[in-house]
């Protein structure tokens, strides 16, 4: 029997509406709604094993909190411990999620030192700011994703205009959909048998004269193990097609980022970015010590999948003794972007393994290669990725050892030079 | 007897504190702040009716809320309802009316469906965005001014700057006034006889070395009447000469827009704005079924007005039985812009009525057709439009009549090609 | 013996949490938190007063208070009177002063009357927006700082950027640091001994890939008296070398400005920022009335110092009766800018008094001329000002000899045209 609460809001006796959203409640779920547009819902905060009884026997612990001060005035963070991880959630940057956290020792496992240390409202931040680089003054979480209409690199690109004509704008890096909250957060468990917990949300990046896509995420993660995954579409709402990008840019820097630390995956292909990457493809999956003045190195995976259609990646430490391992689905991501930050610590010591629809240059450069799919009308995608924290030795060499059975003894081509890329000018 | 009190707010004990505008006041009048920059006064909600016990008498019902969740967070619309229609008010956008609806059956009369489903919190917008077309983040109001200091496309403009030079800035799309939260807004009655009442607000275009106009607003709303009025002025509030542009951008879907709808003005003249426009000049008052990939038509239409210096517009659905009439004064509105956008239902079936100072070009190519009015220092111009949902074919039909009254017999000119636009680059 | 209150904020029971900062704290002092990034802190009101008794005995008053409504919606004013003087500090706005009353009569004496009436969140401003020029939608505060990686005149500059190569980038008129709001805002005293308070803050300009300045703030002011003091550092927390900017932008207006108002400085060096300001350099020093369509006028002074490394500036009323006295340190802000505004009053009467590192030229021309400071890895600068009403002739007449006594009788150097400046297009 499900149970709907009006709970109280300690700090403010604020009266937190919780309802059932009907459409999508499924037959033994409750739905608490955590945030809501339609519904014009939102708390300072909450504790919600208070509310919640159900979620004390299997030890969860989940917290709702708003950010005071700086440049995070009104963020609010969800922190979901499961009693081995803690994730912390932001909804006010499109879903991305902050930090893991080890539950029993507290350690950030998955995330970076970035310089950016408070979690910036989307409010203060112009990403037209800098010559398009206005997203770097927010970027510090563990995962955020890129895209919806545009995820790479800022610059010119061609798009049709209310008058029916092209007209060239300025893209900005990464995109707007980690700039904007969240529409509906939702928490959805079975109240007879809370082991598992859902956080459904949607993200929308919708305006006049342009794209209508909308984000559905759903993030799976039950009591005590130490992965969870992301189930995700992407809907195009509009009337007529649409393109769309999307990469999952996940960072990470200590502790499984150090000296000695390797990625490794099973790539048909690898190819560097620009000429400067070039110079070190012979070294692309290992990692150096923190180097003061380290100017980026990115690599361009075509990763091989298996007979389902999935593919792995494996982030581990100099001993081999603690990893990242995710797991996604190569039929709509199906390229991998390595991203070697290995500059000082106080600058960002730090590397990106980005599953996407494609790689971050600019999406015309994109589009040439023919790397940025069109949605039709209603039509969506979806996106799976599962991460898992890899503690121990044993740990860590099954996921190496499921890279090489997906890898299946085939081959990889390492291009030494990077592509050719067209020239608009 | 006036009678002030101190209301409290159900959610919060917040104190909201009521106090008279002595400047403005009138004799009779009652005035309740129900949001001021002055007094710094903003309240979460506040169920008007609780309050003021005379407004019940005439069957009012007047709601503040305040929006939560996704790009809507924060932002405060105020709910009024006559018993006859219900007007929904957003306060950060500058005053915009986001919809009117028919009380008795809660249909949305006056408004449209846009791609923008949350009331966009201007704290999200960055008008320069998009080649200057971040104003289309937030667009899907009924009613939404375009100015005050420009009005019309984005693109280049020349202005004095600080140092005496000129200096090319770029524009915006349909200027800032839009995206300002109101300074003011006071509900204004006559606690004897509360039959009538006036919305007054302040909205403030402000700048150091640039303009300085105050938009003044009042909105005028009888119980249980089917119309309402606005009556609003444009300040200089500078020491020197300011150019203004303002244009009434009001915008109409179902039901009033269908395949067969007409609008009808009693046009001196009527011009395509562009090429593609002049291809359907022929049928430039009737619109089709929506159309995935219609590229907008706009016409631009110099009204005749009749001796008392008003003219009106009237927008009826296929059987004449249900439409929109304005009634303004040309005096400082001389130009109508009507915008066809028969979109697709999905990327927005719309049309916009415009009654403006000037046409939605670039206010350079404005200026150069002597458009863009100048306030001298301290002066100010006064607009009227009223606004009535015409129900039944006999209101449509004297709705009809009063537009051939104003026509008077009088010829209309219909310019077959766009007007020679000076080029400017 | 320190008490650490829990307040109740009387509009809300909002639970204040006040705790002690243990790093900063010194031996006997109290540190109050009322603003806190890192421990989430923000109250909507205080009245302080009611919660450290000691404060009273010193006749202190001191009030923060959230605005509401307009461009103001949601920033934090704190009032500190201290029986002579009441300081006005805006949290939002970089830790920005503005105004100083006198406590006797009310009286603003330092400040001016901006055309920008509301304090602006800066949330609401697009610092890129206006061609670099979006600083002046919120420009009205007596001292407002600029910089920090930038400080000057908008337009392009190159810098590195993540890949390695140089990038061109459009500076933003004056910089950031007047539009981030604080991380921290705390208030130091003596419990035993309250008769001087030091509010201390924190002001962070951070980015990935980009500069990683932090501004400590202290002011400090005592029970009484007619001055106060700012001691600042800028910290460059990266781990490379970076560029930093800062001037300490004051405005002074009525009573202070007026026809026959005079600045004093002991110059070694003044020279026109424009040819046109070189027109009017033999009255550089003297203010007209206000003056309808006047277009500024820059001087960049070198000033004197004398054995302390001190430098002082005067500017007073016609009469000599009133004035405004600034003492700095020119080890680190060398340079004096002296804007002259003296436009009409509704459209910002005011004269800056401008201690900088350097002149509000763009970067790229600053960097020309070796004006540009660099910070190596955590490196530190520090500032100093003092500032001190002259009520009376007297003061006034001290004042004026203290800086010929810094002056000693040496020259000045009147250069009658602009420098020449570098052609970087």
Same mark, same amino acid.
């Given at each position: 029997?499900?149970?709907?609460?009006?709970?109280?809001?300690?700090?403010?006796?604020?009266?937190?509406?919780?309802?059932?959203?009907?459409?999508?409640?499924?037959?033994?779920?409750?739905?608490?709604?955590?945030?809501?547009?339609?519904?014009?819902?939102?708390?300072?905060?909450?504790?919600l094993?208070?509310?919640?009884?159900?979620?004390?026997?299997?030890?969860?612990?989940?917290?709702?909190?708003?950010?005071?001060?700086?440049?995070?005035?009104?963020v609010?963070?969800?922190?979901?411990?499961?009693?081995?991880?803690?994730?912390?959630?932001?909804?006010?940057?499109?879903?991305?999620?902050?930090?893991?956290?080890?539950?029993?020792?507290?350690?950030?496992?998955?995330?970076?030192?970035?310089?950016?240390?408070?979690?910036?409202?989307?409010?203060?931040i112009?990403?037209?700011?800098?010559?398009?680089?206005?997203?770097?003054y927010?970027?510090?979480?563990?995962?955020?994703?890129?895209?919806?209409?545009?995820?790479?690199h800022?610059?010119?690109?061609v798009?049709?205009?209310?008058?029916?004509?092209?007209?060239?704008?300025?893209?900005?890096?990464?995109?707007?959909?980690?700039?904007?909250?969240?529409?509906?957060?939702?928490?959805?468990?079975?109240?007879?048998?809370?082991?598992?917990?859902k956080?459904?949300a949607?993200?929308?990046?919708?305006?006049?004269?342009?794209?209508?896509?909308r984000?559905?995420?759903?993030?799976?993660?039950?009591?005590?193990? /130490?992965?969870? %995954?992301?189930?995700?579409? +992407?809907?195009? &709402?509009? =009337? !007529?097609?649409?393109?769309?990008?999307? #990469?999952?840019h996940?960072?990470?820097?200590?502790?499984?980022?150090?000296?000695?630390?390797?990625?490794?995956?099973?790539?048909?292909?690898?190819?560097?970015?620009?000429?400067?990457?070039?110079?070190?493809?012979?070294?692309?999956?290992?990692?150096?010590?923190?180097?003061?003045?380290?100017?980026?190195?990115?690599?361009?995976?075509?990763?091989?999948?298996?007979?389902?259609?999935?593919?792995?990646?494996?982030?581990?430490?100099?001993?081999?003794?603690?990893?990242?391992?995710?797991?996604?689905?190569?039929?709509?991501?199906?390229?991998?972007?390595?991203?070697?930050?290995?500059?000082?610590?106080?600058?960002?010591?730090?590397?990106?393994?980005?599953?996407?629809?494609?790689?971050?240059?600019?999406? /015309?450069?994109? %589009?040439?290669?023919?790397? +940025?799919?069109v &949605?039709? =009308? !209603?039509?969506?995608?979806?996106f799976? #990725?599962s991460?898992e924290?890899?503690?121990?030795?044993?740990?860590?060499?099954?996921a190496?050892?499921?890279?090489?059975?997906?890898?299946d003894?085939?081959?990889?081509?390492?291009?030494?030079?990077?592509?050719?890329?067209?020239?608009?000018?």
């Open positions: 029997m499900v149970q709907v609460k009006r709970l109280r809001d300690a700090l403010c006796l604020i009266v937190a509406y919780l309802t059932f959203s009907v459409g999508h409640a499924l037959a033994d779920e409750e739905r608490l709604i955590l945030l809501s547009a339609k519904e014009s819902i939102r708390h300072e905060s909450l504790t094993n208070d509310h919640i009884p159900a979620l004390i026997s299997e030890s969860w612990e989940l917290q709702l909190q708003t950010l005071h001060g700086g440049m995070q005035e009104g609010q963070l969800l922190r979901v411990d499961n009693g081995e991880l803690i994730l912390t959630i932001v909804f006010d940057r499109g879903m991305s999620i902050l930090k893991v956290q080890d539950a029993r020792t507290g350690e950030d496992v998955f995330g970076w030192d970035s310089p950016v240390k408070e979690v910036v409202n989307p409010k203060y112009d990403l037209e700011g800098r010559g398009g680089l206005g997203w770097l927010g970027f510090n979480e563990w995962l955020v994703r890129c895209g919806l209409e545009f995820a790479g800022p610059g010119r690109d798009m049709r205009s209310n008058t029916g004509d092209d007209k060239e704008l300025d893209l900005t890096l990464h995109g707007r959909i980690g700039n904007i909250p969240a529409s509906e957060v939702h928490l959805v468990f079975d109240a007879e048998d809370p082991s598992e917990l956080i459904d949607v993200v929308e990046e919708r305006m006049f004269y342009g794209p209508q896509l984000l559905d995420s759903t993030l799976t993660i039950k009591a005590g193990e /130490r992965l969870f %995954r992301l189930d995700e579409t +992407v809907k195009n &709402l509009s =009337a !007529g097609d649409q393109e769309y990008q999307i #990469i999952y996940t960072n990470f820097g200590r502790p499984l980022l150090e000296q000695g630390s390797k990625v490794v995956v099973a790539a048909k292909q690898i190819t560097p970015m620009n000429d400067h990457a070039a110079q070190s493809i012979s070294t692309y999956d290992t990692y150096s010590k923190p180097t003061q003045g380290f100017t980026e190195q990115v690599y361009l995976v075509e990763p091989w999948s298996d007979e389902n259609g999935l593919t792995a990646s494996v982030l581990h430490n100099r001993k081999l003794t603690r990893g990242a391992q995710m797991i996604w689905s190569t039929g709509t991501l199906p390229h991998l972007t390595i991203w070697k930050n290995t500059a000082a610590e106080l600058d960002g010591y730090v590397t990106g393994i980005e599953p996407g629809s494609g790689y971050p240059f600019n999406r /015309r450069i994109e %589009r040439h290669f023919g790397r +940025v799919p &949605l039709g =009308a !209603g039509e969506s995608k979806a799976s #990725i991460f924290l890899l503690d121990g030795a044993d740990s860590v060499r099954s190496l050892q499921n890279v090489e059975r997906i890898r003894g085939r081959a990889t081509i390492k291009n030494r030079s990077a592509p050719n890329l067209p020239d608009f000018e």
